[in-house]
C-alpha cells in the first residue's frame, strides 16, 4: 500500500507561507505590493521550494490566488537567495525575470513560458556568469521583440507594435553554461551562431528544431555526453556527424510517427554505426522510427532459451555488439519492442505494462503528443487487464495531467486511465494522501474542459469513492463544479445522471453547515430546474428521481433549504409530478420524504396548509406505493401541521377530524415489522412531537416510528434514541393523560427494547 505518511516539516510550512504570505514572510505596501519584512533572510533551499511550489501551485489549485509582484520578494539577494528554479507557462512574464535579475542562478529552467519575449534574452544575461542549466523549451517567443513600426499616426494607432525575429543574441558570456535545452525553437534563429561562443556543452536538446547541417555539433566532441534531436528529419549526415561525438552517453533521435512524414529510415547499417563508435552509450532513443530493413535475428533462434538482457542474445543483431546492455532504450511505436530479447534495463514501448509506463515517464515533461497515447495503451491495460504497478501507474497518470493541465488529449486519455485505476477492485492498495491527489487531478480536469468526454470520466471517477466522506477536502469545489455542468443549457444525458447522482451522495449524510452552504450555490434552483425540464418532456427517469432525492437531503434539518424549495415553486412541480406520474412509487417517496422536512419547519407549515395540500397528503395516506414509505411519509407531514392545533387548521375542507382519522386508521395498517427505505441522522423533529397533548395522533404516529425503528434496526437506532434524550420524554408521555393507551403500550415496547439492547451490548468483562 502506498504511503499515508504526512508531508515533509519544509513543504507544510511552505504551502502554509504561499498561501498566507502577509501574515507570514510579507506585509502590502500600498495595499497593493508584496514586501518581504526587512528581519527576514532566507538561503536558496528555502526560497527555491517558495518559488517552484508557487509555481505549480498557481498551475495546479484553483483556489489559490497569485500575486503580481511575488517575485519582486526575491529581488535582493542580501535577504533571498535563489539558485535552481523551475519556472512553467504563463505564470511567468518579462517582469518576473527581471525582477529576480541580481541573482546567481545555476539551474534555470522556463518551459513552454509563451509570455517571455525579448525582453527575458537581456535578463538572460545577468544570469550568464553563474548558469550551469538552462531551459528554454517551447518558450516560442523569446525571440521576439515589438517594434514600433515607421508610418502615419493613424497606422500605429490601428498597429502599434509588431514582432521581430532577434538575430543578433548569442550566449556568449555563458562561460559554465553546461546544459542547454533549445527545444522547439521558432524557425529563422541560427542555431549554429546562437551556440558557438559555448566552449564545453555538456547536454544539448534541439528537440522540433530543423537543422540541415549539424556539423557544428563536433565542436563539442569531446564534451558533449547527452544529445536529443527528438522530431528532427535526419539525413546521413546528420548520422555521420552523430558517430563522431564518441562521449556520449545519452543519444535520442525518436520521433512522434504521426505529427509529419519524415524521410528517413533506420536501417541495420546505422544502428551498427552507433554501437561501434558511441562505446560509451548507455541510453538511447529510437522510438517511432520505420526500419528500413530487418534488423531482427531470424525468429527461431530468437525463441530459444529464457528471455535475457545480455547483448550477445539481442533480438536486435546490432545490439549483439554493445559491451553491456542499456540503462534505457527507447522502442516507443517501434516493432522492435515486441522482441524477446531487448539488450536494456528499461525499455519504452507498447509490448507490456513495464514497456508502457516506461513511455510514460520517459515522455511526460515535454512529449504530450507521445504520452497520451502511451496513457491510452495504460487505459486498455487497467481496463482489459489487471495493472500490476498499480501505485506508479497512478502516480504517472497524476504526474501527466497536473502536467499538461490544458492539453485534451492528456485530459481524456489521462481522466479514462484513473476511472479504472481507481475502482474498488485497486481500491486497499491506494493511501488517503495518494486517493486526494487523483480527486484534485479530476477537479482540475473538469474546471478547465468542458468537453463532453472529459467531463463524463471525471465524474465517473469521482463515482469510484465514498461520497461525501473521501470529498470532504474539497467539498465547496466540487459541489460547484456539479452545479455547473447541470446548469449548462445543453446537456448530455449520461453526464447529467451522474452529476445528479454525486450530487445526492454529496448533500446526504453531511452536517447542515455544509448543506446550507450548498444551498446558497443555487443548489435548490438547479434540482428543481431539472424536474421542470423532465416535467415538460413528460419523462420521469433517474434524474427525476435523484433530483427529488438529492432535494429530500439537503433539506433535512435545514430550515432556510426549506424555504428556498416553497420560494422556487417547488409544491407547484410537487403537484405536477403527482398527476404526470401516478405509479411511479420511488418518487412519490422522495417527494414525501422532502415535505416531510418542510413540514417540519413551524414557520412553513402555514403555506402548506391549503385545501389542495391536505387534500394530495391525506389520499396518500392510502397508498401502498413502495411499501409503507409514502403512506408514512404523507403522515408525518400531517402530523407536524396537527402539531400546530386546531386553531392552525385555517381551511373548511377537508375537516380536521376527517383527516385525523384517516392518519389513525393509515398507522393501524402499517406493519410494525417493515423494512425502512429511510435514514435518520436525528430523532429531534419526531422526539418534539412526543410531550404535547394538542394532537394524540401526531402523539401516536411519532411513537411508532421509533417503535418501528428500534425494532427492526436496534443496532443503529436504541444508541441514537437513548443519546438524544428521548427515553425520558417517553416516559413522561406515559404519564400523560391525553395519551392513548396504545399509545402508551407502544412507548413501552420501545423503552424495554432499548433497555434489552443496553443489557445486552453491556461489558462485563474486568
Given at each position: 500500500?502506498?504511503?499515508?505518511?504526512?508531508?515533509?516539516?519544509m513543504?507544510?510550512?511552505?504551502?502554509?507561507?504561499?498561501?498566507?504570505?502577509?501574515?507570514?514572510?510579507?506585509?502590502?505596501?500600498?495595499?497593493?505590493?508584496?514586501?518581504?519584512?526587512?528581519?527576514?533572510?532566507?538561503?536558496?533551499?528555502?526560497?527555491?521550494?517558495?518559488?517552484?511550489?508557487?509555481?505549480?501551485?498557481?498551475?495546479?489549485?484553483?483556489?489559490?490566488?497569485p500575486?503580481?509582484?511575488?517575485?519582486?520578494?526575491?529581488?535582493?539577494?542580501?535577504?533571498?537567495?535563489?539558485?535552481?528554479?523551475?519556472?512553467?507557462?504563463?505564470?511567468?512574464?518579462?517582469?518576473?525575470?527581471?525582477?529576480?535579475?541580481?541573482?546567481?542562478?545555476?539551474?534555470?529552467?522556463?518551459?513552454?513560458?509563451?509570455?517571455?519575449?525579448?525582453?527575458?534574452?537581456?535578463?538572460?544575461?545577468?544570469?550568464?556568469?553563474?548558469?550551469?542549466?538552462?531551459?528554454?523549451?517551447?518558450c516560442?517567443?523569446?525571440?521576439?521583440?515589438?517594434?514600433?513600426?515607421?508610418?502615419?499616426?493613424?497606422?500605429?494607432?490601428?498597429?502599434?507594435?509588431?514582432?521581430?525575429?532577434?538575430?543578433?543574441?548569442?550566449?556568449?558570456?555563458?562561460?559554465?553554461?553546461?546544459?542547454?535545452?533549445?527545444?522547439?525553437?521558432?524557425?529563422?534563429?541560427?542555431?549554429?551562431?546562437?551556440?558557438?561562443?559555448?566552449?564545453?556543452?555538456?547536454?544539448?536538446?534541439?528537440?522540433?528544431?530543423?537543422?540541415?547541417?549539424?556539423?557544428?555539433?563536433?565542436?563539442?566532441?569531446?564534451?558533449?555526453?547527452?544529445?536529443?534531436?527528438?522530431?528532427?528529419?535526419?539525413?546521413?549526415?546528420?548520422?555521420?556527424?552523430?558517430?563522431?561525438?564518441?562521449?556520449?552517453?545519452?543519444?535520442?533521435?525518436?520521433?512522434?510517427?504521426?505529427?509529419?512524414?519524415?524521410?528517413?529510415?533506420?536501417?541495420?547499417?546505422?544502428?551498427?554505426?552507433?554501437?561501434?563508435?558511441?562505446?560509451?552509450?548507455?541510453?538511447?532513443?529510437?522510438?517511432?522510427?520505420?526500419?528500413?530493413?530487418?534488423?531482427?535475428?531470424?525468429?527461431?533462434?530468437?525463441?530459444?532459451?529464457?528471455?535475457?538482457?545480455?547483448?550477445?542474445k539481442?533480438?536486435?543483431?546490432?545490439?549483439?555488439?554493445?559491451?553491456?546492455?542499456?540503462?534505457?532504450?527507447?522502442?516507443?511505436e517501434?516493432?522492435l519492442?515486441?522482441?524477446?530479447?531487448?539488450?536494456?534495463?528499461?525499455?519504452?514501448?507498447?509490448?507490456?505494462?513495464?514497456?508502457?509506463?516506461?513511455?510514460?515517464?520517459?515522455?511526460?515533461?515535454?512529449?504530450?503528443?507521445?504520452?497520451?497515447?502511451?496513457i491510452?495503451?495504460?487505459?486498455?491495460?487497467?481496463?482489459?487487464?489487471?495493472?500490476?504497478?498499480?501505485?506508479?501507474?497512478?502516480?504517472?497518470?497524476i504526474?501527466?495531467?497536473?502536467?499538461?493541465?490544458?492539453?485534451?488529449?492528456?485530459?481524456?486519455?489521462?481522466?479514462a486511465?484513473?476511472?479504472?485505476?481507481?475502482?474498488?477492485?485497486?481500491r486497499?492498495?491506494?493511501?488517503?494522501?495518494?486517493?486526494?491527489?487523483?480527486?484534485?487531478?479530476?477537479?482540475?480536469?473538469?474546471?478547465?474542459?468542458?468537453?463532453?468526454?472529459?467531463?463524463?470520466?471525471?465524474?465517473?471517477?469521482?463515482?469510484?469513492?465514498?461520497?461525501?466522506?473521501?470529498?470532504?477536502?474539497?467539498?465547496?469545489?466540487?459541489?460547484?463544479?456539479?452545479l455547473?455542468?447541470?446548469?449548462?443549457?445543453?446537456q448530455?444525458?449520461?453526464?447529467?445522471?451522474?452529476?445528479?447522482?454525486?450530487?445526492?451522495?454529496?448533500?446526504?449524510?453531511?452536517?447542515?453547515?455544509?448543506?446550507?452552504?450548498?444551498?446558497?450555490?443555487?443548489?435548490?434552483?438547479?434540482?428543481l430546474?431539472?424536474?421542470?425540464?423532465?416535467?415538460?418532456?413528460?419523462?420521469?427517469?433517474?434524474?427525476?428521481?435523484?433530483?427529488?432525492?438529492?432535494?429530500?437531503?439537503?433539506?433535512?434539518?435545514?430550515?432556510?433549504?426549506?424555504?428556498?424549495?416553497?420560494?422556487?415553486?417547488?409544491?407547484?412541480?410537487?403537484?405536477?409530478?403527482?398527476?404526470?406520474?401516478?405509479?411511479?412509487?420511488?418518487?412519490?417517496r422522495?417527494?414525501?420524504?422532502?415535505?416531510?422536512?418542510?413540514?417540519?419547519?413551524k414557520?412553513?407549515?402555514?403555506?402548506?396548509?391549503?385545501?389542495?395540500?391536505?387534500?394530495?397528503?391525506?389520499?396518500?395516506?392510502?397508498?401502498?406505493?413502495?411499501?409503507?414509505?409514502?403512506?408514512?411519509?404523507?403522515?408525518?407531514?400531517?402530523?407536524?401541521?396537527?402539531?400546530?392545533?386546531?386553531?392552525?387548521?385555517?381551511?373548511?375542507?377537508?375537516?380536521?377530524?376527517?383527516?385525523?382519522?384517516?392518519?389513525?386508521?393509515?398507522?393501524?395498517?402499517?406493519?410494525?415489522?417493515?423494512?425502512?427505505?429511510?435514514?435518520?441522522?436525528?430523532?429531534?423533529?419526531?422526539?418534539?412531537l412526543?410531550?404535547?397533548?394538542?394532537?394524540?395522533?401526531?402523539?401516536?404516529?411519532?411513537?411508532?416510528?421509533?417503535?418501528?425503528?428500534?425494532?427492526?434496526?436496534?443496532?443503529?437506532?436504541?444508541?441514537?434514541?437513548?443519546?438524544?434524550?428521548?427515553?425520558?420524554?417517553?416516559?413522561?408521555?406515559?404519564?400523560?393523560?391525553?395519551?392513548?393507551?396504545?399509545?402508551?403500550?407502544?412507548?413501552?415496547?420501545?423503552?424495554?427494547?432499548?433497555?434489552?439492547?443496553?443489557?445486552?451490548?453491556?461489558?462485563?468483562?474486568?
Amino acid at each position: 500500500m502506498a504511503s499515508d505518511s504526512p508531508e515533509s516539516l519544509m513543504t507544510l510550512c511552505t504551502d502554509y507561507c504561499l498561501r498566507n504570505l502577509e501574515g507570514t514572510l510579507c506585509y502590502l505596501l500600498d495595499n497593493e505590493t508584496l514586501r518581504l519584512h526587512p528581519d527576514i533572510f532566507l538561503p536558496s533551499e528555502i526560497c527555491d521550494k517558495l518559488v517552484n511550489e508557487y509555481v505549480e501551485l498557481v498551475k495546479t489549485d484553483s483556489v489559490f490566488e497569485p500575486h503580481e509582484s511575488f517575485f519582486t520578494l526575491f529581488s535582493d539577494p542580501r535577504s533571498t537567495r535563489l539558485a535552481r528554479i523551475h519556472l512553467r507557462e504563463q505564470i511567468v512574464q518579462d517582469q518576473d525575470l527581471e525582477a529576480i535579475r541580481k541573482q546567481d542562478l545555476v539551474e534555470l529552467y522556463l518551459t513552454n513560458c509563451e509570455k517571455l519575449t525579448a525582453k527575458s534574452l537581456q535578463t538572460l544575461v545577468s544570469f550568464s556568469h553563474t548558469l550551469i542549466s538552462l531551459s528554454l523549451f517551447g518558450c516560442c517567443n523569446i525571440f521576439y521583440e515589438e517594434e514600433n513600426p515607421g508610418g502615419c499616426e493613424d497606422d500605429c494607432l490601428v498597429n502599434p507594435t509588431r514582432q521581430v525575429l532577434v538575430k543578433d543574441f548569442t550566449f556568449e558570456g555563458f562561460s559554465r553554461l553546461r546544459f542547454l535545452n533549445l527545444g522547439r525553437l521558432i524557425e529563422g534563429v541560427n542555431v549554429e551562431t546562437l551556440l558557438r561562443p559555448l566552449a564545453s556543452l555538456a547536454a544539448l536538446d534541439l528537440s522540433g528544431i530543423q537543422l540541415n547541417d549539424v556539423g557544428f555539433l563536433t565542436q563539442w566532441k569531446d564534451s558533449l555526453v547527452s544529445l536529443v534531436l527528438y522530431n528532427m528529419d535526419l539525413s546521413e549526415e546528420h548520422i555521420q556527424v552523430i558517430a563522431q561525438l564518441r562521449k556520449l552517453r545519452h543519444l535520442d533521435i525518436s520521433r512522434d510517427h504521426l505529427s509529419s512524414y519524415y524521410k528517413f529510415k533506420l536501417t541495420r547499417r546505422v544502428l551498427n554505426l552507433f554501437v561501434e563508435n558511441l562505446v560509451n552509450l548507455t541510453s538511447l532513443d529510437i522510438s517511432g522510427h520505420t526500419m528500413l530493413e530487418n534488423c531482427t535475428i531470424p525468429s527461431m533462434e530468437e525463441k530459444m532459451g529464457q528471455t535475457s538482457i545480455e547483448p550477445a542474445k539481442s533480438s536486435i543483431a546490432p545490439f549483439r555488439g554493445l559491451k553491456r546492455p542499456l540503462q534505457f532504450l527507447g522502442l516507443f511505436e517501434t516493432s522492435l519492442c515486441r522482441l524477446m530479447h531487448i539488450p536494456a534495463y528499461k525499455v519504452s514501448g507498447d509490448k507490456n505494462e513495464e514497456q508502457v509506463l516506461n513511455a510514460i515517464e520517459a515522455y511526460t515533461e515535454h512529449r504530450p503528443e507521445i504520452t497520451s497515447r502511451a496513457i491510452n495503451l495504460l487505459f486498455d491495460i487497467a481496463r482489459i487487464e489487471r495493472c500490476s504497478q498499480l501505485l506508479r501507474a497512478l502516480q504517472l497518470v497524476i504526474t501527466a495531467l497536473k502536467c499538461h493541465k490544458d492539453d485534451k488529449n492528456i485530459q481524456v486519455t489521462g481522466s479514462a486511465a484513473l476511472f479504472y485505476l481507481t475502482n474498488s477492485e485497486y481500491r486497499m492498495e491506494q493511501s488517503v494522501k495518494l486517493r486526494r491527489q487523483v480527486i484534485q487531478v479530476v477537479l482540475n480536469g473538469m474546471e478547465s474542459y468542458q468537453e463532453v468526454t472529459v467531463q463524463r470520466n471525471c465524474c465517473l471517477t469521482l463515482c469510484n469513492f465514498s461520497i461525501p466522506e473521501e470529498l470532504e477536502f474539497q467539498y465547496r469545489r466540487v459541489n460547484e463544479l456539479l452545479l455547473n455542468i447541470l446548469n449548462q443549457s445543453r446537456q448530455d444525458e449520461s453526464i447529467q445522471r451522474i452529476a445528479v447522482h454525486l450530487c445526492n451522495a454529496l448533500v446526504c449524510q453531511v452536517d447542515n453547515d455544509h448543506k446550507e452552504a450548498v444551498g446558497k450555490m443555487g443548489f435548490v434552483m438547479t434540482m428543481l430546474k431539472l424536474i421542470q425540464k423532465k416535467l415538460a418532456d413528460k419523462t420521469c427517469d433517474q434524474v427525476m428521481e435523484f433530483s427529488w432525492s438529492a432535494l429530500w437531503n439537503i433539506t433535512d434539518e435545514t430550515p432556510d433549504n426549506c424555504e428556498m424549495f416553497l420560494n422556487y415553486s417547488g409544491m407547484k412541480l410537487f403537484l405536477e409530478c403527482l398527476k404526470e406520474f401516478p405509479e411511479k412509487q420511488e418518487l412519490h417517496r422522495n417527494m414525501l420524504g422532502l415535505l416531510g422536512n418542510v413540514a417540519e419547519v413551524k414557520e412553513l407549515r402555514p403555506q402548506l396548509m391549503t385545501s389542495q395540500f391536505i387534500s394530495v397528503f391525506s389520499n396518500l395516506l392510502e397508498s401502498k406505493a413502495d411499501g409503507i414509505e409514502v403512506s408514512y411519509n404523507a403522515c408525518g407531514v400531517l402530523s407536524h401541521i396537527m402539531f400546530d392545533g386546531p386553531e392552525a387548521w385555517g381551511i373548511c375542507e377537508p375537516h380536521r377530524e376527517e383527516v385525523v382519522k384517516r392518519m389513525w386508521a393509515a398507522i393501524q395498517s402499517w406493519d410494525i415489522n417493515s423494512r425502512r427505505n429511510i435514514n435518520y441522522r436525528s430523532f429531534e423533529p419526531i422526539l418534539r412531537l412526543l410531550p404535547q397533548g394538542i394532537s394524540p395522533v401526531s402523539q401516536h404516529w411519532a411513537t411508532w416510528a421509533l417503535y418501528n425503528l428500534v425494532s427492526v434496526y436496534p443496532d443503529k437506532y436504541c444508541p441514537l434514541l437513548i443519546k438524544e434524550g428521548g427515553i425520558p420524554l417517553l416516559k413522561d408521555m406515559i404519564k400523560m393523560a391525553s395519551a392513548r393507551q396504545e399509545t402508551k403500550e407502544m412507548a413501552r415496547k420501545v423503552i424495554e427494547h432499548c433497555s434489552n439492547f443496553k443489557e445486552e451490548n453491556m461489558d462485563t468483562s474486568r
